[in-house]
């Protein structure tokens, strides 16, 4: 192993403990308690070290949602693994990305509501997103006139109801209705 590959090794490893704390720390006390001065304190490296690493707070965040991408990715293709029928496919994703937002607030909210440099829908967009972007589209009916409208309306969709979810603005009990009816509604 040459010096090189060493060094970038402990980079990335540097890297991992920055977006670790990070989430921890914006899992137990949310976002606004994540900055680089706690973040060195937590790591142990000065604030200039983590600044070597991320040019900013947003980057940590944007770090930190890239790894949500990677993850939320995981969780909806093993979801779309499960039924051979494809609305209880569409069904069964729903269900696991509404899970996921609700079982990472923190993760799902650096993803989708902090501030960051990530491109959505852009050429540069980032492969994670344009991932689990796929994962979405491959439950939709290839018979839509534009899978990625429908995927954009669908993604939509269950991003709305996940912030109506965490907010406890609509009946928890329900929500099973109300992905059947969004699948049935948009797909059917």
Known sequence: MGVAERKNREREARERRITSAARQIAEAEGWSAVTVRRLADEIEYTQPV??????????????????????????????????TDSRHAREDVAIAYLDFARDHPALYEAMFTMSTDLQFAEADTPSELREAFQVLAAVVPPSCRDVDVATETFWAALHGLAQLESSGRIKHGTRLARVALLVHGLFE
Do not use: M, T, W
């Open 50 to 83: 983590l600044y070597s690493h991320f040019k900013n707070r947003d980057a940590i965040v944007g770090a930190v949602a890239l790894e949500g991408f990677r993850e939320i990715k995981k969780v909806l293709q093993h979801a779309a693994q499960g039924p």
